[in-house]
């Protein structure tokens, strides 16, 4: 699928304004593929049996298309299968932790964040060449430069790996950034206001056991 210029602008819909905070929702493409490419962890919801229900899991972007890695044991995943029902409707989330936001006063303690919502029909991959495409997108998306470093799926490990498809259609970002929004009453109170970033990082990486001495640290570990 060809990925749209960047100035482009995905379109507001009654799904993806916010009730809430509306000034800080985005909906420029360039934002919502930045957010979604800095992480690799997703949460997907979904309608089982009447009752909502949210899954953690691996996902990658590839134009504007989501790949989300399941197994074909997966309750999503069989319903997204199912002949009769082509199709599952999703919400997947994405969110940044930032900074940890205290104020002087309880109520008005806050996070910054970035956050992207896709609201969408979710499809089952069955074509194999996609399906291998969408495997490796995942894996290099978790660790750049893996997915040649490492033994592709065989048949058997083919055949219980799922991947939904979820096109970036209906989407929506947002974002808060800045310091406390302190009451003009509170600003005299000798309590510590403030923004505590955080940050993500990598440990140094540690062999296996029973890895071979000879098998240096690939660079794409390094780079990490």
């Not at 060809?2 to 985005?26: F, G, L």
């Not at 750049?144 to 592709?152: E, K, L, M, Y």
Request: proline share 8%.
């Amino acid at each position: 699928m060809p990925e749209p210029t960047s100035s482009a602008a995905y379109r507001p819909t009654d799904r993806t304004v916010p009730t809430r905070s509306a000034n800080r929702a985005s909906y420029d493409r360039e934002l919502v593929h930045g957010i979604l490419d800095e992480t690799y962890l997703c949460h997907l919801g979904f309608i089982r049996d009447g009752a909502p229900v949210v899954l953690p899991t691996l996902y990658a972007r590839v134009g504007e298309r989501l790949y989300v890695h399941g197994s074909t044991g997966s309750r999503p995943l069989r319903m997204a299968g199912d002949a009769a029902d082509p199709g599952l409707a999703v919400c997947l989330t994405v969110t940044h932790v930032d900074g940890l936001v205290l104020a002087r006063s309880a109520f008005h303690h806050s996070i910054n964040y970035r956050s992207v919502v896709v609201h969408g029909t979710a499809y089952q991959v069955t074509d194999l060449d996609e399906r291998r495409t969408a495997l490796d997108a995942v894996v290099d998306h978790v660790v750049p430069g893996r997915s040649h470093d490492s033994r592709p799926g065989n048949a058997k490990e083919l055949a219980a790996t799922a991947v939904l498809r979820l096109d970036l259609d209906e989407v929506s970002a947002k974002v808060r950034t800045g310091g406390p929004n302190d009451e003009p009453e509170d600003l005299s109170l000798p309590h510590w206001t403030g923004v505590v970033p955080v940050v993500r990082g990598y440990g140094t990486p540690v062999p296996a056991d029973d890895l071979d001495p000879a098998v240096g640290l690939p660079g794409y570990l390094s780079a990490l």
